[in-house]
């Protein structure tokens, strides 16, 4: 059974940092997602299994960083440069087959943390 667990999630100003961390049962194609009221999920960044690929999408892209210890299996989301409009509840995702900028291609999901950014 997969199961994922997210921490790291708060307030802070715009400007500031966050990194969240995902904590994973095994070792799996990673993603990160956001969700904010009243809108779809939409996708952040992905990884490879081996850390080498990621993605991003263009909203964050110089701002965040996805990285992953596989060691620990354990995936990050370093956050930097904040603003109001990256406020959401982020989800970490996984499969077992390749990075993809879609919601539908991830079936393991975990519970999401909030990152609120005050202007």
């Known amino acids: 059974q997969v199961q994922l667990v997210e921490s790291g999630g708060g307030l802070v100003q715009a400007g500031g940092s966050l990194r969240l961390s995902c904590a994973a049962s095994g070792r799996y194609v990673m993603g990160w997602f956001r969700q904010a009221p009243g809108k779809e999920r939409e996708f952040v960044a992905a990884?490879?299994?081996?850390?080498?690929?990621?993605i991003y999408a263009d909203s964050v892209k110089g701002r965040f960083t996805i990285s992953r210890d596989n060691a620990k299996n354990t995936l990050y989301l370093q956050m930097n440069s904040l603003k109001a409009e990256d406020t959401a509840v982020y989800y970490c995702?996984?499969?077992?087959?390749?990075?993809?900028?879609?919601?539908?291609?991830?079936?393991?999901w975990g519970q999401g943390t909030q990152v609120t950014v005050s202007s």
């Open positions: 995702a996984a499969n077992n087959y390749r990075s993809s900028t879609y919601s539908a291609d991830y079936p393991y």
């Open positions: 990884i490879s299994r081996s850390g080498v690929t990621t």
